[in-house]
């Protein structure tokens, strides 16, 4: 598990290590620069032409120490100084007297588009950056953009917004950037991933109490944590011990989905599981799934079977809601009836999404919501872009209102309980695909049912499902990649 830090947290893991540990800016400075410069003599040749296009804050003030150790070592290196001295930070203008004192060569904006340069290092602006960019800022990232040259970014590329890696009218498109202590959320999410290239985190000797006194950062996973977030099996265990999933889905029009959530269920580890749904589709269900029990939700007249909705409440461990399932006055029916009587962890999905108002979700301690941008938007009464663009604090907002934890899915999900935040890193443009979010769904319930806690299952959930579908794209393509075939993938990763 790795942490990602907002620009403010950023920060306070500075002020921290300066203020309260005692570490002094410059210390850090060179620690930073020092892990810069490792990075390009591993990469570079010293005749390749390093240029270091500088900005007047601590960022520049990496950049000018990074040029004066490579210059130091041989590398044929300059640097470009954007913008006013006089408001260089004190350890920027230190760092400037320091390179000029070891005879680093000072060029102009123009040599960005030299030919004795085949480098440039972007090290004009870092993760506080709130402001578009503009002026002589907006023209030589402009033109580093249109060099062709191969470009490193100094902690993260200039012009991304470190908090949701929104682009600031313009930014560095980065093949590398290294990134100092910690990762960043401007990083991860999009479009800041798709200008930062290769991502390198470098350890600059921030001591581990400084990272413990920033409160709830957000995390993410990586493949070596996979066997310590998946549930335990025990050997001893059986079908009745591995948990039971209830799926109430599908209407007579649409059974597909419920389906695609039952066998991913199966496939995550559950026990049992049970299919309720429309008296029409038993034969089709139990045909694609033969290891399902099966409930009808509905009797024959076409009205809700409470009694039938009972026992499956009784058989479940977690229950899944909604695939399917319609907004038709019986869909209505159903999910008020869950919502009211289910004492069980119960996961969200499709159209029971929107069947449900915030009152009844608030009644409820054990939901999880998985909405895509537009039933959040209808969940949250809030625009599409505005969830897009926010994603991490609309869904921060509405599961602190709430009470429940929300998986918003989109090309980088995040799951939030209110206050801790996971966000996924796996996962590929392959599973924009239909019944890739019921795939979702049961594979958080397979967990849920076998004991994980549901922020712990909805994170190890998500991470999963998309490591399938990575596993997909990667022995297959992402244009064949089909639900059933994330389904099948699950064996590979799990």
């Known amino acids: 598990m790795r942490y990602l830090f907002t620009s403010r947290q950023s920060k306070l893991l500075d002020d921290h290590a300066i203020d309260i540990i005692g570490f002094p800016g410059l210390v850090l400075m060179e620690k930073a ?21 500088c900005g007047s804050g601590n960022n520049g003030g990496d950049g000018l120490a990074a040029a004066r150790m490579l210059h130091q070592h041989g590398f044929r290196t300059a640097v470009v100084l954007v913008g006013d001295p006089e408001k260089m930070t004190p ?46 800022y907006e023209k030589v ?38 990134t100092f202590g910690v990762n960043k959320l401007g990083l991860v999410l999009y479009p800041g991933c798709q200008y930062a290239g290769e991502v390198i985190i470098g350890d600059i000797g921030y001591p581990r109490s400084s990272y413990e006194a920033v409160e709830d950062p957000v995390f993410y996973f990586e493949p070596e944590d996979l066997p310590a977030i998946l549930p335990e099996r025990a050997p001893d265990g059986h079908k009745g011990s591995f948990g039971h999933v209830a799926v109430i889905g599908g209407s007579g029009k649409m059974s597909g989905a419920a389906l695609l959530s039952a066998k991913a269920a199966y496939a995550s580890g559950a026990g049992l599981v049970m299919v309720c749904s429309a008296r029409a589709n038993r034969d089709l269900i139990l045909t694609g799934c033969p290891e399902a029990l099966f409930e009808a939700y509905d009797v024959e007249d076409g009205e809700p079977d409470f009694l039938a909705l009972d026992r499956v409440l009784s058989f479940a461990d977690a229950l899944v809601l909604g695939p399917g399932l319609g907004r038709e006055k019986l869909a209505k029916q159903i999910t008020a009836y869950v919502l009211k009587n289910c004492n069980k962890p119960i996961i969200l999905d499709g159209d029971a999404l929107v ?16 909405p895509h941008p537009k039933e959040f938007s209808e969940l949250s009464h809030q625009e599409i872009s505005y969830i897009k663009e926010h994603l991490g604090e609309a869904v921060r907002e509405f599961a602190a209102d709430t009470g429940c934890i929300l998986v ?36 958080i319930a397979g967990f849920a049912a076998q004991g994980k806690p549901l922020f712990d299952a909805a994170a190890a959930g998500v991470y999963v499902h998309g490591l399938a579908g990575d596993y997909y794209t990667e022995t297959y393509s992402p244009y064949s990649l089909t639900a059933s075939a994330l389904i099948d993938s699950l064996k590979n990763i799990l």
């Open 355 to 370: 069947l449900c108002s915030r009152e009844e979700l608030k009644e409820h301690n054990s939901v999880i919501l998985t």
């Open 91 to 136: 350890d920027a203008r230190k760092q400037l007297a320091l390179a000029a004192a070891c005879d680093v060569p000072l060029q102009s904006e123009e040599a960005v588009g030299s030919p004795v340069f085949s480098v440039l290092v972007d090290s004009l602006f870092g993760v506080g950056l709130s402001r578009d960019i503009s002026g002589v």
């Open 408 to 443: 918003g899915k989109d090309a980088r999900t995040i799951v939030g309980d209110g206050s801790r935040q996971y966000v996924n890193v796996s996962g590929n443009s392959g599973m924009g695909t239909g019944g890739s979010g019921d795939v979702l769904t049961g594979i």
């Open 141 to 178: 990232i402009k033109d580093i953009n249109a060099s062709g040259k191969k470009i490193y970014a100094v902690d993260i590329p200039s012009g991304i917004n470190g908090d949701d890696g929104r682009v600031m009218n313009v930014a560095v498109r980065a093949d590398v950037t290294v």
């Open 33 to 53: 620069a020092m892990t810069l410069v490792s990075v390009l003599m591993e990469r570079e040749s010293r005749d390749s032409g390093i240029l270091i296009v």
